[in-house]
């Protein structure tokens, strides 16, 4: 595994996802969509975790190409283009990510599903 961000940077980057939670939540108010839709997608990009079912490398390129900025940023900028209304799953998308951040969810590392850029996940076991 390749070592975790730690100190200041991660609580940077920890405090980063906290403010984009905030503003997810607060631009999904202002769409006016309904809160039962953000509840049940709101833990949607957490499926990619059935991945690891093929392997702790496909399982961590799956995951993280859904629990990065990037992922949404494109989805979101193609329906600007294609001019379609399904931004609330844009938006509940990024808060996810931002939640994730924001408890120190990283990116995976292909080591296994708990080790993270930015820390070892300490989760536990049955």
């Known amino acids: 595994m390749d070592t975790p961000v730690t100190g200041t940077p991660r609580l940077i980057l920890r405090v980063e996802g906290m403010v984009v939670l905030a503003a997810s939540i607060a631009a999904y108010a202002q769409i006016g969509a309904h809160w039962g839709i953000f509840a049940v997608f709101f833990l949607g ?3 990619s975790m059935l991945a690891y079912l093929a392997g702790p490398r496909a399982g961590a390129i ?3 190409a859904f629990h990065t900025y990037v992922a ?33 969810f990283g990116l995976k590392f292909s080591s296994g599903f708990r080790d993270t850029h930015l820390s070892r996940l300490h989760l536990p076991t049955t």
Do not use: C, Q, S
């Open 45 to 47: 990009p957490d499926l």
């Open 62 to 64: 799956v995951y993280n």
């Open 72 to 104: 949404p940023a494109v989805v979101g900028g193609a329906l600007l283009l294609a001019d379609k209304r399904i931004w609330p799953l844009v938006v509940i998308w990024t808060a996810h990510i931002g939640l994730d951040r924001m408890l120190g």
